[in-house]
T-cell receptor, first 116, second 112 residues
């Protein structure tokens, strides 16, 4: 069982370039999330989705976009990369129980992005 | 937005010692969760707590959901070298909102 898979694992971008971080999960989870983790800090929520076709902003959405066309996939797009977006990005998913989100997150291994 | 204060920021202990860390919040959470992150990997869920006052164990780990719903603690008994890593608390205010707030983590170092 693969769980949550993120690609690429590492990427270096130049300022102004764009790219998409891919995330897919094979657990049929309704909820999916993108977090960023800066050195020595906790995880900040960028965007999340409660199901296919539905996305919403988290705490730090500026400079990012997402889409959720299927249950399995939740790509994160950076349109104009900036040095402030240098970070480790984690995709996660969780399942619903009793009509609500359990909050129990399953994380991918992370995508380490450097913007120079 | 909601913030979690996690302490201590780091701990250096001897193998075999017990460890305690905690999280506090100015607002109420309905769910408290504790994760561990190994270097170069994503966080992994250790314990989830759903009721105020709940005390839950997972092997040598024990976590409690504070009565006020504004705090939680994690204890690790008889630490071993593989306990090394960063421990994060997370709180979820609304089961319908689908999002968690994370603390900044406690970095644990265990000396053999």
């Amino acid at each position: 069982n693969a769980g949550v898979t993120q690609t690429p694992k590492f990427r270096i971008l130049k300022i102004g370039q764009s790219m998409t971080l891919q995330c897919t999960q094979d657990m049929n989870h309704n909820y999916m999330y993108w977090y960023r983790q800066d050195p020595g800090m906790g995880l900040k929520l960028i965007y999340y989705s409660v199901g296919a076709g539905i996305t919403d902003k988290g705490e730090v959405p500026n400079g990012y976009n997402v889409s959720r066309s299927t249950t399995e996939d939740f790509p994160l797009r950076l349109e104009l990369a900036a040095p402030s977006q240098t970070s480790v990005y984690f995709c996660a998913s969780s399942y619903s129980q009793g009509g609500g989100d359990t909050g129990e997150l399953f994380f991918g291994e992370g995508s380490r992005l450097t913007v120079l | 937005g909601q913030q979690l204060n996690q302490s201590p920021q780091s701990m250096f202990i001897q193998e075999g010692e017990d460890v305690s860390m905690n999280c506090t919040s100015s607002s109420i959470f309905n769910t408290w969760l504790w994760y561990k992150q190994d270097p170069g990997e994503g966080p992994v869920l250790l314990i989830a707590l759903y009721k105020a006052g709940e005390l839950t164990s997972n092997g040598r780990l024990t976590a409690q959901f504070g009565i006020t719903r504004k705090d939680s603690f994690l204890n690790i008994s008889a630490s071993i070298p593989s306990d090394v890593g960063i421990y994060f608390c997370a709180g979820q205010a609304n089961t319908n909102a689908g999002k968690s707030t994370f603390g900044d983590g406690t970095t644990l170092t265990v000396k053999p």
